[in-house]
C-alpha cells in the first residue's frame, strides 16, 4: 500500500539518520554512487603514443604530461605532441617513460627505462643521461622515482642501481652529473618528501626506509607482515603516510608512533593490489588496483567509493587494471591503465546523473529517459523507451522499482514511456507508445487505463501519447501522434472533444501530429505538432498557424516544431529540429537563432528556465545556456560532465533547486547556478603553428629560414617570408576540467573587431597577409564577457625583396631613368621628327612660297604686262595725245603764223579785229603752262603722282627738265623730245645728261630705270 507523502517523507528521513549512525563505513558498490563520476577515455586513436601509461604529471604551464611505454606525450586539452623516435626528432633516447618530475624553477625530469633525461623547454628537446657503472658494469637502470635534494640537485630513485644524486650544471646542461649514492637498497620503487631534508623511500624487496640528507644513511621502518609487502607506491599527509602494496592492500603509517594498519578487501577494497595511491584537494585518497579498478578512500568515516570498468558503458573507466593515478590542479583525476589507455574524470562535476548499469541495483531500467516528471512529493518521475518507469528518491538518492502497484509496473516494464504529467489533484497520468495512457492517483494506489483499440476507433483515434495538459476547466488535454487532441473529462475519462487538423484551413491545426501543447500568459494555448506551429484561441476558438517560409524572415525556422516554453519574462521559445525561435508578440514574427549564433546543435529538443532567468536548451549535441542579460549562449557537453550529448524531445523538468534532462544515456540533473560560476583564471596558450597545414618544428628550416627557433612558450614574435601565405595558429586553454569558455580572437594590422568562436576551440588560417606587423592575440572569457586570460603572438610578414623599400627605391629609380630615357629619346626622336617636319614644312613652304612667287610673280608678270601694256597703252595714247597735241599745236601756230601774216592784209576792220582775236586765242592755247597743264593732267592719270613726288625731291628743278623726265617716262624717242621740247635733238642729249648728273647717276646706270622707280 502507498502512504501519503508527508509519512513517506518523515520515514525516509528517520531511516536516513539511523542507517548513518549505525554504519559509520559504508561500501557504495550497490548504490548509484560507485558510479557518478563520468569518465573520458584517451587511447591511441586519440593521440597517446601507446595504451601502457606508467605516470602522470601536471607541470606548472598548465600541460599534462603521459609517460608511456612507448613515449612520452604532452596533452593541452586537445592535441597530444609525442615525443618518442618515430615522431619527434629531439626526443628521449629509451621510448619507455617510468617517472616525470617538475622542481619548483621548472626543472623538468623525465626517467625513462635506462636513463634519465633532461627537459630543454626553450629547445623542446632533451639531454640524456646515463649512470656510473655498477661493479658489474651495467649503467643503464629504470628510472623510478625522482625528487629534490635542494637547488640543481636532485634525487634518483632506480630500480637495479639504487638511488644517485643528479646535480645540474645551467650553463651547460649536457655536462651535468649523476653520482652514485652510497646505499644497500637497490630496488628503489617510489619516493616521497615533505622537506629537503628528510625522504621516504621504499624499497621492492626491504620495504620503507627513512633517508636523512644529513646523516647520508637509510633508516629502516619496520612494518609487521607475514609477507614482504612489495610497496609500489608512496604518499602522506601530515600525521600519516599511505603505501600501496602488491598484495596486502593499503598500509597507512603514524608519522610520529611509526605504527602500521592496513586497509583490505575486508574493509571494502576491490583488491589488495594496489599499483597507485594519490591524495586530492580534500585529503582523501585515490586508490589504483591492479584487476581491481580504482576507488575513493574518505579518510575521516573511511567509506569506499568504487569505480570500475563496465562492458561498452564508455562513462566507466578504460579498464581495471590501473598502474598509475593523478590528481591535478584543478582537482581533476587521471587514471594511467596497463593496455587502456587513461580515463579522466572531472570530480568537481555539477552534472549529476542517473544511468542504467546493468547488474547494479536502484539504477535506471532502460539507458534512453525519454519523459521526467517531478511530482509535489518530491519524487523523481522517470519514463524510460522500453523501459517503463522508474521513480528517483531524492532523499534516499537511489532508483525505487516498487512504488507502483505491481500490475502498473508489470504493464510498463518493457513499454516506452513518452510523457508523464501531474495533474492538479496529484494524479499521474502517463502516456505511452501504442499503449495509450494510464492515471495513477499515489492516495489509493489506484491506476486506470485508456486504450482505443476497437475497430471503430482505430481510424479516428490514436494510442501514441506524445503531451499532456490541464486547461483552467480542469479538462485535460491529450496530444496523440496522428489523431489531434483529445479534451478528456479526468474523472470519467470520456473525450469531450476532439481537436483535428480539418478541411477548414483557416481554422483548425496545423497537421494531427502534436509534440506539446503549452498554454501562455494572454490565454492563448500553443501547439507544437511535425508540420507546424498552432496557436488556439479558447474563448473564440480560433487557430492561427505559423510554418516555416525560406522567404520571410519573421516566419518558423522549421516546420517539425519539438518544444514550446514561455519564460517569466513572457517570452515565447520555440525549439525546432532545425533552428531555436523567439516569438515577437508585436510584429507576429520570430527571430530565429542557429549554430552560427552560438548554440551548440540547430535541433532544440526541449526548453528550461532556471530561477535566474537564463534559458536552457537540449540539443542534439549538449546542454544550452543562452544568458538574455549578456545574450550570449554558454554550451556543455561530455567534456563538461554530461553523462551524454544527445538529449530526447520534451524530456525535461525543473524545480526550485534542480534542472532535470533525459538523454540517450540517462538523465541529468544540475544545480543550474553552479553550472554557470564564473571561471576562475585558466591559462591559454598558443600550442602550435601551422605553414600549409604542416606544423612548424622548432629548428625546422623553411626556404631557408628558421621560423620558430625557440618553443612558443618562449617566443615573442615569429617571422614568415611573404610567400608563406597560409597560417593557421592552434591555441587552447590549459584547463581540463571543463571546455564551457568562450573564445574571441583578433589579428591586429588585419582584424578591425574580436572574432567570436563561439562553436568550442578551432584553430585560426590566415590566407595572403600583407607584408607587415600584426599581433594575433585571443581571450578566453566568462559568462559575463570578461576576459579570463590572453594569449599573445606577434607574426610579421617579410616583405619579398621586391616589395622592399631598397628595391622600392631602385624601382623607382629605375623606372624614373627608364621614363626619363624614353622620355629623351622620344623628345629626341620628336625633336628630329619636328626638325624633318620643319625641315619638309620649310620645303613645302619654300615649294609653296616659290609656287606663290612664282603665281605671284606670273600674277606680276601678268600684271606688269598688263599694266605694261596698259601702260603702253596708256604710253601710246598719252604719247599720242602728246604728239597730237604738239601736231595740233604746229598746225594752230602754223594757222596764227599765216593769221598774223595776213591780219594786216584784211581791210575789213571787223573782221580783222574777228582774226585778230582768233590769233589771240590760239596764242592764249598755245602758252606754255595752260599745254603742261592738260599733259600732266593726263600724265597724272597713267603715272599717279610722279611729277609731285619728283618736285618733292627735287623741289629746285624747272619745268624744262620736268617735262624732260615726263617724257622720258613715257620712253619717247629723242626725235620726239626734240619736238616735243621744240629743242634739236642734241639739246635733248645735253638735258639728259645735266639730269644724270642731278640725279647722280653712275656711268653705266638707265636713266629710264632710274625715273621708272620714282
Known amino acids: 500500500m502507498v502512504h501519503l507523502a508527508t509519512q513517506q517523507t518523515a520515514y525516509r528521513v528517520f531511516m536516513f539518520i539511523i542507517l548513518q549512525l549505525f554504519f559509520c563505513r559504508v561500501t557504495s558498490s550497490n548504490g548509484i554512487h560507485s558510479q557518478q563520476l563520468i569518465f573520458q577515455r584517451f587511447d591511441v586513436e586519440r593521440g597517446l603514443p601507446n595504451s601502457n601509461v606508467n605516470c602522470i604529471y601536471h607541470d606548472r604551464y598548465g600541460y599534462i604530461w603521459i609517460g608511456t611505454e612507448d613515449g612520452l606525450a604532452r596533452y593541452d586539452g586537445i592535441y597530444f605532441r609525442v615525443y618518442n623516435d618515430n615522431v619527434h626528432p629531439r626526443t628521449i633516447r629509451y621510448q619507455a617513460v617510468i617517472s616525470i618530475f617538475e622542481d619548483i624553477d621548472s626543472t623538468f625530469l623525465v626517467g625513462t627505462r635506462h636513463t634519465l633525461e633532461l627537459y630543454d623547454r626553450e629547445r623542446d628537446a632533451f639531454f640524456h643521461f646515463a649512470f656510473p657503472p655498477d661493479p658489474w658494469g651495467n649503467q643503464y637502470f629504470q628510472v623510478t622515482a625522482i625528487a629534490r635534494l635542494a637547488r640543481n640537485r636532485y634525487l634518483i630513485g632506480t630500480d637495479g642501481g639504487g638511488m644517485y644524486e643528479f646535480i645540474i650544471n645551467r650553463k651547460s646542461p649536457d655536462k651535468s652529473v649523476v653520482k652514485k649514492i652510497k646505499s644497500h637498497l637497490y630496488r628503489i620503487s617510489s619516493i616521497y618528501s615533505e622537506n629537503p631534508d628528510t625522504f621516504w623511500v621504499t624499497d621492492f624487496v626491504e620495504g620503507l626506509f627513512r633517508y636523512v640528507t644529513g646523516k647520508g644513511k637509510c633508516e629502516k621502518i619496520d612494518i609487521p607482515s607475514e609477507k614482504s609487502l612489495e610497496i609500489r607506491s608512496i604518499c602522506g599527509n601530515q600525521t600519516q603516510l599511505f603505501l600501496g602494496t602488491n598484495s596486502h592492500g593499503l598500509c597507512m603509517i603514524d608519522k610520529k608512533t611509526l605504527k602500521s594498519s592496513f586497509f583490505t578487501t575486508s574493509e571494502g577494497l576491490p583488491s589488495n593490489r594496489i599499483w597507485a595511491v594519490a591524495k586530492d584537494k580534500q585529503g582523501n585518497l585515490w586508490i589504483g588496483m591492479d584487476g581491481g579498478g580504482i576507488a575513493y578512500l574518505q579518510l575521516k568515516d573511511q567509506t569506499i567509493i568504487r569505480f570500475q570498468h563496465y562492458g561498452f558503458d564508455q562513462s566507466t573507466i578504460s579498464n581495471n587494471n590501473v598502474h598509475t593515478l593523478y590528481v591535478d590542479r584543478e582537482n581533476n583525476l587521471w587514471v594511467g591503465h596497463f593496455h587502456g589507455g587513461i580515463s579522466y574524470a572531472n570530480t568537481s562535476n555539477v552534472f549529476q546523473s542517473l544511468r542504467c548499469i546493468p547488474g547494479y541495483a536502484n539504477t535506471l531500467s532502460n539507458k534512453m529517459v525519454t519523459a521526467v516528471l517531478r511530482d509535489r512529493r518530491h519524487y523523481i518521475w522517470i519514463g524510460t523507451d522500453g523501459g517503463g518507469i522508474n521513480i528517483y528518491d531524492s532523499i534516499w538518492n537511489r532508483v525505487e522499482h516498487k512504488l507502483l502497484p505491481a500490475s502498473l509496473i508489470k504493464i510498463l516494464a518493457d513499454k516506452p514511456i513518452l510523457a508523464l504529467y501531474e495533474d492538479s489533484e496529484s494524479k499521474i497520468w502517463i502516456g505511452t507508445y501504442l499503449m495509450g495512457y494510464f492515471s495513477y492517483d499515489p492516495r489509493t494506489g489506484q491506476f486506470r487505463h ?201 524530456a525535461a523538468w525543473y524545480d526550485s533547486s534542480y534542472l532535470y534532462f533525459g538523454s540517450l544515456e540517462g538523465m541529468v540533473y544540475f544545480r543550474p547556478e553552479k553550472a554557470l560560476e564564473n571561471q576562475r583564471y585558466v591559462p591559454i596558450k598558443i600550442t602550435r603553428i601551422f605553414l600549409y597545414n604542416k606544423e612548424i618544428e622548432i629548428g625546422q628550416k623553411i626556404d631557408g629560414k628558421i621560423i ?18 597560409v597560417i593557421t595558429i592552434h591555441y587552447a586553454p590549459l584547463s581540463y576540467s571543463s571546455r564551457m569558455y568562450v573564445f574571441r580572437y583578433r589579428l591586429e594590422g588585419f582584424n578591425k573587431d574580436w572574432v567570436y568562436a563561439n562553436h568550442g576551440i578551432n584553430p585560426v588560417t590566415y590566407t595572403n597577409l600583407d607584408p607587415g606587423r600584426y599581433r594575433f592575440r585571443v581571450q578566453m572569457l566568462d559568462k559575463n564577457n570578461n576576459p579570463v586570460s590572453e594569449a599573445s603572438l606577434r607574426i610579421s610578414v617579410i616583405p619579398p625583396f621586391w616589395m622592399s623599400f631598397w628595391f622600392r627605391l631602385a624601382v623607382a629609380l629605375l623606372i624614373l631613368f627608364v621614363i626619363y630615357s ?70 594752230l601756230q602754223k594757222i596764227n603764223h599765216i593769221i598774223k601774216q595776213n591780219a594786216p592784209l584784211i581791210q575789213d576792220t ?7 582775236e582768233i590769233g589771240k586765242i590760239l596764242e592764249k592755247e598755245f602758252a606754255t603752262e595752260r599745254e603742261w597743264d592738260r599733259f600732266e593732267k593726263h600724265f597724272n592719270e597713267v603715272h599717279a603722282d610722279f611729277i609731285q613726288r619728283l618736285k618733292k625731291m627735287y623741289p629746285d628743278m624747272g619745268l624744262t627738265y620736268l617735262k624732260l623726265c615726263a617724257y622720258l617716262k613715257l620712253d619717247l624717242s629723242t626725235k620726239e623730245l626734240a619736238f616735243l621740247l621744240n629743242i634739236s635733238p642734241r639739246g635733248v642729249e645735253k638735258a639728259r645728261s645735266r639730269l644724270r648728273k642731278r640725279f647722280n647717276l653712275q656711268p653705266g646706270e638707265s636713266l629710264t630705270e632710274f625715273l621708272n622707280k620714282i
Open 450 to 650: 485508456f486504450i482505443h483499440d476497437s475497430p471503430a476507433e482505430m481510424f479516428s483515434l490514436s494510442n501514441d501519447i506524445r503531451c499532456f495538459y490541464e486547461d483552467k476547466q480542469s479538462h485535460l488535454w491529450v496530444g496523440t501522434n496522428g489523431a489531434g487532441i483529445y479534451v478528456i473529462n479526468r474523472h470519467t475519462g470520456q473525450i469531450i472533444e476532439q481537436i483535428q487538423k480539418t478541411l477548414n484551413t483557416n481554422n483548425s491545426l496545423s497537421l494531427n501530429w502534436i509534440r506539446s501543447i503549452v498554454p501562455d500568459s494572454y490565454g492563448f494555448i500553443w501547439i507544437a505538432t511535425s508540420f507546424g506551429l498552432s496557436r488556439y484561441d479558447p474563448i473564440k476558438r480560433q487557430f492561427v498557424n505559423y510554418y516555416a517560409n525560406p522567404t520571410d524572415t519573421g516566419a518558423l525556422s522549421d516546420d517539425l516544431v519539438l518544444s514550446i516554453f514561455e519564460d517569466k519574462q513572457r517570452n515565447l521559445w520555440i525549439g525546432t529540429r532545425n533552428g531555436l525561435n523567439l516569438y515577437n508578440r508585436t510584429s507576429d514574427s520570430f527571430r530565429k537563432f542557429y549554430i552560427q549564433h552560438g548554440l551548440p546543435h540547430n535541433t532544440i529538443n526541449s526548453i528550461l528556465q532556471d530561477k535566474e532567468g537564463n534559458i536552457w536548451f537540449a540539443t542534439n549535441f549538449g546542454l544550452s545556456c543562452y544568458d538574455l542579460a549578456n545574450q550570449k549562449f554558454f554550451n556543455y557537453g561530455r567534456a563538461e560532465g554530461l553523462i551524454s550529448s544527445s538529449f530526447l524531445e520534451n
Open 708 to 725: 620558430l627557433p625557440k618553443d612558443l612558450e618562449f617566443v615573442d614574435e615569429i617571422e614568415f617570408k611573404y610567400r608563406h601565405n
Open 822 to 891: 624614353w622620355y629623351n629619346q622620344k623628345l629626341l626622336k620628336w625633336e628630329q621628327q619636328k626638325a624633318e617636319f620643319e625641315k619638309w614644312m620649310a620645303e613645302e613652304q619654300l615649294k609653296a612660297e616659290k609656287a606663290r612667287l612664282k603665281l605671284q610673280e606670273e600674277k606680276l608678270i601678268l600684271e606688269k604686262s598688263k599694266q605694261e601694256s596698259m601702260m603702253a597703252q596708256k604710253n601710246s595714247e598719252l604719247t599720242t595725245f602728246v604728239l597730237q597735241l604738239s601736231h595740233k599745236n604746229d598746225i
Open 910 to 916: 571787223q573782221a580783222k579785229r574777228r582774226i585778230e
